[in-house]
């Protein structure tokens, strides 16, 4: 299961790259500003989710959540 995930996340960075990419060649021929404050926040955001998914921390999270909740005694 983690080799699907691997791949939509590496394919996720390669395309965040490409745009990252294809944005700083419209900024050099005077098309968009360089200081776009969204395009920016997009990129931060994508590269966080990333790290989260490549560090291991995301899945962590899940299975403290996991461990947390079948601990948990709703019946009573």
């Known amino acids: 299961m983690a080799v699907p995930f691997t791949l ?6 390669l395309y965040n790259l490409w745009g990252i990419l294809k944005f700083l060649w419209s900024a050099s021929k005077g ?3 360089i200081a776009d404050k969204p395009f920016w926040i997009r990129v931060a955001v994508v590269i966080f989710v990333c790290f989260l998914l490549f560090s291991g921390i995301f899945w962590d999270v899940l299975e403290a959540i996991y461990s947390w909740t079948s ?4 019946t009573g």
């Open 8 to 13: 939509i996340t590496v394919g996720l960075l």
């Open 31 to 33: 098309q968009k500003p």
């Open 71 to 74: 601990n948990q005694d709703v």
